[in-house]
């Protein structure tokens, strides 16, 4: 079992950034693939961003790519999305999901999810 706590999320003018974490609790977060999704209002959860176990190898969304960012320190069981130049179009639930140790780009890849925490970035 591995539970997911997000945090981080806020409300940020466009332009701005925010940096989301999601701690993990349970052993097997190190041989873990990570993810971050988003959901917005009215639409389909969409990925964002992933990461593999080791952290060696990244894959994001093409709308967040020069962006966004996301990495890993395995050694506080931890998976961070560091956001800049924020649009409004970026406002949504913010979700962290685990899974095995690649990267997957749907949410079929991934067996645990956070309860997701809420970025608004205001135009």
């Known amino acids: 079992q591995v539970q997911l706590v997000e945090s981080g999320g806020g409300l940020v003018q466009a332009g701005g950034s925010l940096r989301l974490s999601c701690a993990a609790s349970g052993r097997t977060f190190s041989s873990s693939g990570m993810g971050w999704f988003r959901q917005a209002p009215g639409k389909e959860r969409e990925f964002v961003a992933g990461i593999n176990s080791s952290g060696g190898r990244t894959l994001y969304a093409d709308s967040v790519k020069g962006r966004f960012t996301i990495s890993r320190d395995n050694a506080k069981n931890t998976v961070y999305l560091q956001m800049n130049s924020l649009k409004p179009e970026d406002t949504a639930v913010y979700y962290c999901?685990?899974?095995?140790?690649?990267?997957?780009?749907?949410?079929?890849?991934?067996?645990?999810w956070g309860q997701g925490t809420q970025v608004t970035v205001s135009s």
């Open positions: 999901a685990a899974g095995s140790s690649g990267i997957w780009t749907t949410s079929r890849g991934y067996a645990y």
